[in-house]
Nanobody, 126 residues
Framework: VQLQASGGGLVQTGDSLRLSCGAS????????VGWFRQAPGKERVFVSA????????YYADSVKGRFTISRDAAKNTVYLQMNALKPEDTAVYSCAAKRGNVILSALRFPDSYAYWGQGTLVTVSS
């Protein structure tokens, strides 16, 4: 499975962006898809995930209520809608996937995912 993340850019505080994660060689609707971000000089951290079964969604506390993960099966694409962006959201955002379900307790760990796309940079200016 090859993943392609896109949609990053430079925005101001309070603005919105929508990131896309497209896939080839696999079906995202039958995969667990996660979004992670890595700020300069910091570790990669979990942002959001959607499990394959039922499409249940999960979010890091830092983005809950502002970010929404969604899936378009017809386009084989997962989105991350980011609203009310803050400077602390500045990071390289990457999408990751694993066929089937990832257990709930493992969703936030990068090692739980088998496939990764290249990152897309989101910069939020104050």
């Amino acid at each position: 499975v090859q993943l392609q993340a896109s949609g990053g850019g430079l925005v101001q505080t309070g603005d919105s962006l929508r990131l896309s994660c497209g896939a080839s060689g696999g079906t995202l609707s039958s995969s667990t898809v996660g979004w992670f971000r890595q700020a300069p000089g910091k570790e990669r951290v979990f942002v959001s995930a959607m499990r394959s079964t039922g499409g249940h969604t999960y979010y890091a506390d830092s983005v809950k209520g502002r970010f929404t993960i969604s899936r378009d099966a017809a386009k084989n694409t997962v989105y991350l809608q980011m609203n009310a962006l803050k400077p602390e959201d500045t990071a390289v955002y990457s999408c990751a996937a694993k066929r089937g379900n990832v257990i709930l307790s493992a969703l936030r760990f990068p090692d739980s995912y088998a496939y990764w796309g290249q990152g897309t940079l989101v910069t939020v200016s104050s």
